[in-house]
């Protein structure tokens, strides 16, 4: 894939934003792959103009999470993920 | 029936003031309706919209500190850049700007999050760091922070006397400027691209366990971040941000 189009996982955050509640970037997750723990902020993401959005494992090159939008829906493939861990926002 | 979504997060906001900062960047004081503030190191995504419907969007850090009255863009000229020409050359004050955000909850740092902190920047990247550095004023904050800032001339260091400023009456502020294609008579620092040997010089030692914030438009960001890593920091203390070419 091209190299030019490498992102931070912070460069997805928008997209995630409109269809998360929750900030995605800041929480972690597991890979699917080889079970690395970080924050999606710190993962690659690759972005496909006028296709979507890919985020990909930095140690494995597993595809965590991929994004497509398309004709009004957002199309969210997780499963590139053991899972994601969400802090508890209090109150 | 499908689920569907109902955010609307795009809004408008209008241009205040156009600031030129270096020849190539311009800084764009922007009032949003109803901003709900930010943190240092976020961004915002901008959208444009052509005539015949076909729409492009971008990610630029927000410059400004949470504190700041306006919020801040500061965007760099790129030659073969889809949407940074238009906000470099075209955007006047008054005009209205699509934007989403504040956006981002992992390049961020607040007063209270504590330092030390390094702050490795080159270009158009000192955006975000530049955020953390005025929301640290603003805050009246004493945690020590070296800034190592990577520019391709003089001329061409973006917020270069607000630095000097801040770093003048602030002795836990050190800004360290490197330039990478032309210098001035008699520039006696360093002249050369960021690398190994600099980091080495320059970094804080991973004893003081820093938090590193290493930004920049270019590839530039992983080389310096596995540096820093090989110098013995903690991977989950140094962060990068890397709005490449898609950031035009």
């Avoid at chain 1, 890979?31 to 690759?46: E, K, L, N, S, T």
């Avoid at chain 2, 955010?7 to 020849?23: D, S």
């Avoid at chain 2, 989403?100 to 390094?118: M, N």
Wanted: proline share 5%.
């Amino acid at each position: 894939m091209d190299d030019k189009l490498r992102l931070d996982g912070n460069a997805a955050a928008g997209s995630l934003r409109e269809i998360f509640s929750f900030e995605v970037t800041s929480t972690h997750y597991a890979c699917g792959g080889c079970g690395r723990v970080d924050q999606i902020g710190a993962a690659m993401v690759y972005e496909v103009r006028g296709l979507g959005t890919i985020i990909r494992c930095p140690s494995c090159d597993n595809a965590l999470v991929r994004l497509v939008h398309n004709r009004g829906r957002h199309w969210i493939d997780l499963r590139g993920l053991r899972y994601l861990q969400v802090e508890d926002v209090a109150g | 029936m499908a689920a569907q979504l109902r955010r609307t997060l795009w809004r408008l906001a209008e241009v205040i003031e156009v600031v030129p900062e270096t020849p190539r960047t311009r800084s764009l004081l922007l009032e949003v309706p109803e901003w709900e503030g930010h943190k240092a190191g976020q961004h915002v995504d901008v959208r444009l919209t052509a005539e015949d419907g076909y729409q492009t969007q971008r990610s630029y850090s927000i410059a400004s500190a949470p504190e700041d009255e306006r919020l801040v863009l500061t965007v760099d000229h790129l030659d073969d850049g889809e949407v940074s020409p238009y906000l470099t050359d075209v955007l006047m004050a008054g005009d209205k700007l699509e934007l989403r955000g504040p956006i981002g909850g992992y390049f961020t740092w607040e007063a209270a999050d504590g330092g030390p902190l390094f702050l490795v920047g080159g270009g158009s990247g000192i955006a975000p760091l530049m955020a953390m550095i005025r929301h640290r004023a603003a805050a009246d904050s004493d945690v020590p922070t070296r800034l190592l800032y990577s520019s391709r001339s003089y001329e061409e260091i973006i917020f270069r006397e607000e630095l000097e400023t801040l770093a003048s009456r602030d002795s836990a502020l050190e800004v360290i400027h490197t330039l990478t294609r032309s210098t001035p008579e008699g520039w006696a620092g360093y002249d050369r691209r960021i690398d190994a040997e600099m980091l080495r010089e320059v970094a804080r030692s991973p004893d003081e366990s820093p938090l590193a914030f290493v930004c920049d438009p270019t590839s530039f960001v992983e080389g310096v971040a596995d540096a820093l890593v090989r110098l013995g920091h903690v991977p989950a203390r140094v962060k990068t941000e890397r709005f490449g070419p898609t950031g035009g």
